[in-house]
């Protein structure tokens, strides 16, 4: 923050939150409620990557994930919207993941948090409309960012060696060759934040944006064999009604 610090003085207000303490997100927000009279955009972004086949993960491990990545987010937005609430509207801009659409190995739980974090919002959304506020999920493809530097490995094990697990963790441990990973890894920051800062203005809100050419076409991708899937079974789902809602 030091940057933003001596680029903006005492414009800057800021404050530190652990966002898997409750009562801490809610005093802060109150905090930076009273002090700056109205906040306008509410950006929810922490979270961090656990690395690992799903028997792998810890226990404390498995529970941190999920406080982060999941319960931080549900924990600020119902922290912000009775205050947004009350001051006439505005607009929440959640960081979710093409993860969130599109499963990948060795990310189970992470996974399980984005899926979360997407079924959440899309709810909330639906709730707060008649407020003014608006919601917007960002889904965001590989970032050139320090997230896979600081992704968080499982203990492994011998069983996962040779398989996709084992790959996926030779890969970001250095096994991909500097073209594969500028390939695997596409998105550029600076763009996907202006992407993030421009959707603050648009109205209605977007529901969700999903950022970077990889990540479009692995969600479209995962969106339609789920829909082929689904059109498959449409025969089978009727059946299941009862008798006096059938159709004949």
């Given at each position: 923050m030091a940057e933003l610090v001596d680029r903006y003085g005492d414009r800057l207000w800021t404050a530190t939150v652990d966002v898997t303490d409750a009562a801490t997100v809610n005093h802060e927000v109150g905090r930076a409620f009273n002090d700056l009279g109205r906040i306008d955009v509410v950006f929810?972004?922490?979270?961090?990557g656990v690395l690992g086949a799903a028997e792998e993960l810890s226990?404390?491990?498995?529970?941190?994930?999920?406080?982060?990545?999941?319960m931080g987010a549900i924990r600020v937005v119902r922290a912000t919207v009775p205050r947004l609430r009350a001051q006439g509207g505005g607009r929440i801009i959640q960081m979710s993941s093409s993860g969130g659409h599109v499963p990948d190995p060795a990310m189970s739980?992470?996974?399980a948090t984005k899926f979360g974090v997407e079924?959440?919002?899309?709810?909330?959304?639906?709730?707060?409309?008649?407020?003014?506020?608006?919601?917007?999920?960002?889904?965001?493809?590989?970032?050139?960012t320090g997230f896979n530097a600081h992704i968080v490995q499982a203990q492994p094990l011998p069983a996962y060696a040779d398989g996709v697990v084992g790959m996926t963790r030779a890969a970001l441990g250095g096994g991909l060759s500097p073209e594969a990973m500028r390939h695997a890894i596409p998105g550029d920051p600076?763009?996907?934040?202006?992407?993030?800062?421009?959707?603050?203005?648009?109205?209605?809100?977007?529901?969700?944006?999903?950022?970077g050419g990889a990540a479009y076409e692995a969600?479209?991708?995962?969106?339609q064999n789920k829909l082929d899937a689904l059109r498959a079974q449409k025969m089978l789902a009727m059946s299941t009604d009862a008798d006096d809602v059938r159709e004949h």
């Open positions: 929810s972004c922490a979270g961090f226990e404390d491990l498995l529970t941190r994930q999920i406080e982060v990545n999941l739980v992470y996974n079924g959440f919002l899309e709810s909330v959304a639906m709730e707060v409309a008649p407020f003014g506020i608006g919601v917007t999920l960002i889904a965001p493809g590989g970032v050139r600076v763009r996907i934040a202006a992407a993030i800062i421009d959707s603050a203005s648009v109205d209605p809100a977007p529901r969700r944006l999903v950022l969600v479209t991708a995962a969106l």
